[in-house]
């Protein structure tokens, strides 16, 4: 089994696909983000870059002879998050299967909106039609999402789990329209925090710095410029409550919360690669470690101290209190 947490961003543009010679360095795809935690996929969002991720896995599965399982989490329910997912190659594997989870009122929520966004009115195939095996479900901000040798389940609590577990943990943000759900994705010691579609607040997102603490990787929307957030960017109206941030507000959050590195993330897409590029580097003057984050950037994260632990630590402990997802 790999040792690395890795980061693969697909899709890091916001509200909707960009192709064209103007961004073509950072990419124009919608929001999706692969974790691989050693042989385990975990994909953030349904954006359109979950299109090319989606045909990588079928190759994957193929050379490696092994049916696909995959957790996809959604962060929201909002377009550029969901428009790929009907286009998903592995979805209609019939040996693949998905766990699938995001927020919603009800259980079922989460499934009767990706049925909705593939009617017969709007999708020539139905959600049902795809072949693979699907678990699709709303789960709660309390519940932990765990995935360890013996499969993915929600839990709620970590207690009595150890570092060879995934352990997933929710935070769900009212700073974008509906709310949105943050993840922050731990294994083997290391942490990746995705908090994409949400906006600052004047003295920095308390609970969101609380829940992003010492991080390895804080994935935040940087979407607007601050002319473009104040309205006076010519031409743009203010965008102040849209539910986006901007870089300062990024850099904000990640250094009151001591991560490791910041990926800017949800490029606005009427801007360019040369504007991403000027605020990368205002990101850069602000946190040091900041990068805008384009399709193809790939961040490993490794723990050699962490391995010798890992080796002299006894066998896993049994799960408590866990509730096992229904398969449609
Ligand atoms: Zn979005
Ligand atoms: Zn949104």
Redesign the pocket.
């Given at each position: 089994m790999s040792d690395e947490l890795r980061v693969r961003f697909w899709g890091v543009r916001?509200?909707y696909p960009t192709p064209g010679a103007g961004t073509v360095k950072y990419g124009g795809n919608t929001?999706s983000v692969e974790i691989r935690a050693g042989e385990r996929t975990i994909i953030l969002d349904a954006g359109t870059g979950i299109i090319p991720l989606g045909r990588e896995l079928a190759r994957r599965a193929s050379v490696q002879k092994r049916p696909l399982e995959v957790l996809l989490l959604f962060s929201h329910l909002?377009h550029?998050?969901t428009q790929g997912f009907p286009f998903f190659v592995p979805a209609y594997m019939p040996n693949a299967r998905l766990h699938i989870f995001g927020p919603g009122g009800t259980p079922e929520t989460l499934s009767s909106v990706l049925e909705r966004n593939q009617s017969t009115e709007t999708f020539p195939l139905g959600l049902r039609e795809m072949a693979s095996s699907k678990d699709i479900q709303s789960v709660r901000e309390s519940q932990i999402i765990v995935w360890d040798e013996s499969g993915i389940c929600l839990a709620e609590s970590a207690a009595g789990l150890n570092d060879e577990a995934v352990i997933i943990r929710i935070h769900k943000s009212y700073a974008h329209p509906g709310g949105v759900y943050i993840y922050r994705v731990t294994w083997r010691g290391k942490s990746i925090v995705y908090a994409?579609?949400t906006e600052g607040y004047v003295g920095t997102d308390r609970k969101l710095v609380q829940f992003a603490k010492d991080a390895d990787v804080l994935i935040h929307d940087a979407q607007y410029s601050e002319e473009h957030y104040r309205g006076q960017l010519v031409g743009f109206p203010s965008t102040q409550g849209y539910g986006h941030s901007t870089v300062t507000m990024a850099c904000e959050v990640a250094a009151a919360s001591e991560v490791g590195q910041l990926i800017l993330f949800?490029h606005d897409p009427s801007y360019s690669d040369e504007m991403v590029t000027g605020m990368e580097a205002t990101a850069k003057s602000l946190f040091t470690d900041s990068v805008a984050a384009y399709e193809g950037l790939e961040i490993v994260l490794r723990d050699e101290k962490k391995m010798t632990e890992r080796l002299q630590s006894p066998s896993p402990r049994p799960l408590s209190q866990r509730e096992k997802g229904q398969w449609k």
């Open positions: 916001g509200s929001a909002h550029d998050h994409t579609d949800h």
